[in-house]
T-cell receptor
Framework: DGGITQSPKYLFRKEGQNVTLSCEQNLNHDAMYWYRQDPGQGLRLIYYSQIVNDFQKGDIAEGYSVSREKKESFPLTVTSAQKNPTAFYLC???????????FGPGTRLTVL | AQSVTQLGSHVSVSEGALVLLRCNYSSSVPPYLFWYVQYPNQGLQLLLKYTTGATLVKGINGFEAEFKKSETSFHLTKPSAHMSDAAEYFCAVSERSNYQLIWGAGTKLIIKP
């Protein structure tokens, strides 16, 4: 079955710790994305990658970092510099930037 | 800058009644238009999209949406609501020159028995 997996589904961290969220896809998509979702708001783009070894900042990249060493994987690190990291994080992928985005199940991060 | 407005953070309808979820965008150039659905604590699933061609677009689960350029709208409808339609619905647009998706704030659809 092709799809996008995100792990873990729920994640708890202490304030000041970095944490890495996993996103893997087996759809052979070139483009991948990270979004943040907060209650009552639409999705906000954190980072996106059009191709391996390349990524671009989205609207709210401060306090986050990514890597794209493999086509299938696009991990997101939430650093201690992110002032309000508690949120629902969604990963998506598409064939290319102009194509429909498909979403993973999300990771809910809670910083205590 | 492009913006997307979804009228009503919550919409409540009775089972079997018409569902109408509103979406307006700000671009003067027809963008690409999308509706996604999100069930609690899950990712988003594409319902339907408009790129070019026929302005009435049919999607999954009996939903459809009509692109109206003159009204800069892309409202989502379903003739008869089902309990399983209870979810949050997001409208999104992207410019034809810049493919970044701009999202509405979402509308929670509540179905009354």
């Amino acid at each position: 079955d092709g799809g996008i997996t995100q792990s873990p589904k729920y994640l708890f961290r202490k304030e000041g710790q970095n944490v890495t969220l996993s996103c893997e896809q087996n759809l052979n998509h070139d483009a991948m994305y990270w979004y943040r979702q907060d209650p009552g708001q639409g999705l906000r783009l954190i980072y996106y990658s059009q191709i391996v070894n390349d990524f671009q900042k989205g609207d709210i990249a401060e306090g986050y970092s990514v890597s794209r060493e493999k086509k299938e994987s696009f991990p997101l690190t939430v650093t201690s510099a992110q002032k309000n990291p508690t949120a629902f994080y969604l990963c998506a992928s598409s064939i290319g930037l102009a194509d429909t985005q498909y979403f993973g199940p999300g990771t809910r991060l809670t910083v205590l | 800058a492009q913006s997307v407005t979804q009228l009503g953070s919550h919409v409540s309808v009775s089972e079997g009644a018409l569902v109408l979820l509103r979406c307006n965008y700000s671009s003067s150039v027809p963008p690409y238009l999308f509706w996604y659905v999100q069930y609690p604590n899950q990712g988003l699933q594409l319902l339907l999209k408009y790129t070019t061609g026929a302005t009435l677009v049919k999607g999954i689960n009996g939903f459809e949406a009509e692109f109206k350029k003159s009204e800069t709208s892309f409202h989502l409808t379903k003739p008869s609501a089902h309990m399983s339609d209870a979810a949050e619905y997001f409208c999104a647009v992207s410019e034809r020159s810049n493919y970044q998706l701009i999202w509405g704030a979402g509308t929670k659809l509540i179905i009354k028995p």
